[in-house]
């Protein structure tokens, strides 16, 4: 099976976890003490995903050794790709879809209520937790894994994502405001996306010019947009160097995003949660976002996801073959 297949075998996966969640969930066959219960289920397998990942990432000699070799091109890609989508998708909320800073049209929106416990006030304990769970799993990947293998840690990965965005969609079955969310977002959500595609590639352009590499092969790396994986894949054949530095600069990607959310919900706007992680903010950076900001933020979340994955395979080669 190809990473294509594999891929979108995965995609239909998520779609339907989420789906199915949203049917029972608008079913209401619980009581709160259940959901809140849910809700440390969905915490805890979040934590477990996210050390999972550190760990893989830190017992991963060819990351890990590659660190000081390739990691200023790849932290340099990384900062400038995620400044990038962040400023675009500002400019799309204020001067376009013109949204206030918690995603609701301005002219209906009402100021939240001060205080925390409103729906309005993200989940400032989660930053902490994230921070804890990235440096932990390195950590231990690191200094007890490794040169050792950690297949173990994909099977968690997966697990604890089935898990995260069955319960994400019964949260937003249970919240009863899924349909009236994509009626509001509509066409509009398509942007979201494209704002992160230009934002990223314009940014990575300007980047280039403090790295020793080529223009196009900075602007290839950052079009995996997080997909790391795929990215430095479709450009082994090109430069194995250039692999190296697509697969560092997309973990880098994901791994920053998980913890600057938090940050950029509270100081700047819950639909720039959704341009930091790329393509991963339909799958593993999901739930950080939804549990950051607000449930109304998951339909831009998840299609700007999806739609970045499709782009991947096409923007790629695009951009090392110009």
Request: aromatic share 8%; hydrophobic share 55%.
């Amino acid at each position: 099976m190809t990473v294509m297949q594999s891929t979108l075998i995965n995609m239909l996966i998520y779609i339907a976890l989420v789906a199915l969640g949203i049917l029972l969930g608008g079913r209401h066959l619980w009581g709160e003490r259940v959901f809140r219960l849910l809700g440390k289920v969905q915490l805890a397998s979040l934590l477990a995903l996210i050390t999972a990942l550190g760990i893989r990432l830190g017992a991963d000699e060819e990351v890990m050794g590659s660190l000081g070799r390739i990691g200023l091109a790849s932290l340099t890609i990384t900062l400038f790709s995620m400044a990038g989508s962040l400023i675009a998708v500002t400019l799309l909320r204020r001067y376009i879809l013109h949204l206030d800073r918690f995603g609701r049209q301005e002219e209906t929106a009402e100021e939240p209520a001060s205080g925390s416990g409103t729906e309005e006030t993200p989940n400032s304990g989660l930053t902490k937790w994230i921070v804890i769970a990235v440096a932990a799993g390195m950590g231990i990947g690191y200094f007890v894994f490794s040169g050792r293998s950690t297949a173990w840690c994909g099977t968690i990965i997966d697990v604890g994502l089935y898990i995260l965005l069955f319960l994400v969609g019964i949260d937003m079955g249970q919240q009863g405001h899924v349909l009236e969310n994509i009626r509001s977002a509509g066409f509009k959500v398509l942007l979201v996306p494209g704002a992160v595609v230009i934002g990223t590639l314009l940014f990575s352009f300007a980047g280039s010019f403090l790295l020793p590499l080529r223009i196009k092969e900075t602007v290839a790396a950052a079009a995996g947009f997080g997909w790391y994986s795929l990215a430095p894949t479709l450009l082994a054949p090109y430069s194995l160097t250039l692999s190296a530095i697509a697969f560092l600069s997309n973990v880098l990607r994901e791994i920053f995003s998980i913890v600057a959310i938090p940050f950029v919900a509270r100081s700047i706007g819950y639909l720039e949660c959704v341009s930091l992680p790329g393509a991963a903010a339909m799958d593993t950076v999901l739930p950080v976002i939804v549990g950051a900001t607000h449930e109304r933020i998951t339909v831009y979340a998840f299609l700007s996801g999806l739609i970045l994955s499709l782009l991947v395979p096409v923007l790629v080669p695009l951009m090392i073959a110009v």
